[in-house]
């Protein structure tokens, strides 16, 4: 059974601060690691994308990935109220039926102006 | 188009009944994906397709959900003899494959009273 973990929150961070969201990841083998951004009531949005140990920047966000702790975790620069939302990560598998995505359930994050 | 689009949005079926959901996915993916979110976050994989084949179905219910991906018509996720625990938010996602992300639709809001 694969699995994806993540903290549920809620995490409040103050404006203007970096917000931290972490993910573990069961699947030893898993190649392709997503972060996605859902504000309630709509779909997930693609925010980050991350294949390589090592950190990955655009913009105000950073992905790191560390394969041999099965770890994964995004870091929100100079957080605004509008990145209030749940964060999910999503880790593609290895093997047949690798296209398939797991999600973790969610880390709801709050911004507090 | 450059968007998932999902139809309807909202399904109200009283118990027993049939529900059907529709995608059209991104012109040019050839990967298809339907996921059932219950419990705000929780993401079950359901069924996959590279383009009108299956390509993974180990999340559906066989005995009652079934889908489609046809030739030049939107992909499609039936439920025969809708339970209550089928209420859910329905999404579909499509994909190039490989080691990149999904885009998804929208969601069909499904209610079963």
């Known amino acids: 059974q694969k699995e994806v973990e993540q903290n549920s929150g809620p995490l409040s961070v103050p404006e203007g601060a970096i917000a931290s969201l972490n993910c573990t990841y069961s699947?030893?083998?898993?190649?392709?690691f997503f972060w996605y951004r859902q504000y309630s009531g709509k779909s997930p949005e693609l925010i980050m994308s991350?294949?390589?140990?090592g950190d990955k920047e655009d913009g105000r966000f950073t992905a790191q990935l560390n394969k041999a702790s099965q770890y994964v975790s995004l870091l929100i620069r100079d957080s605004q109220p509008s990145d209030s939302a749940t964060y999910l990560c999503?880790?593609?598998?290895?093997?047949?039926?690798?296209?398939?995505?797991?999600f973790g359930k969610g880390t709801k994050l709050s911004v507090i102006p | 188009g450059e968007e998932v689009a999902q139809t309807p949005k909202h399904l109200v079926r009283g118990e027993g009944q049939k529900a059907k959901l529709y995608c059209a996915p991104i012109?040019?993916?050839?990967?298809v994906f339907w996921y059932q979110q219950v419990l705000k976050n929780e993401f079950k994989f359901l069924i996959s397709?590279?383009?009108?084949?299956?390509?993974?179905e180990t999340g559906m219910p066989k005995e009652r959900f079934s889908a489609k991906c046809l030739p030049n018509s939107p992909c499609s996720l039936e439920i025969q003899a809708t339970k209550l625990e089928d209420s859910a938010v329905y999404f579909c996602?499509?994909?190039?494959?490989?080691?990149?992300?999904?885009?998804f639709g929208s969601g069909t809001r499904l209610t079963v009273v």
């Open positions: 012109k040019g993916h050839s990967y």
């Open positions: 699947d030893r083998g898993s190649q392709s």
């Open positions: 999503a880790v593609k598998g290895s093997g047949a039926g690798s296209y398939q995505l797991t």
């Open positions: 397709f590279q383009n009108e084949n299956v390509f993974d």
């Open positions: 996602a499509s994909s190039h494959g490989g080691d990149y992300g999904y885009t």
């Open positions: 991350i294949y390589s140990n």
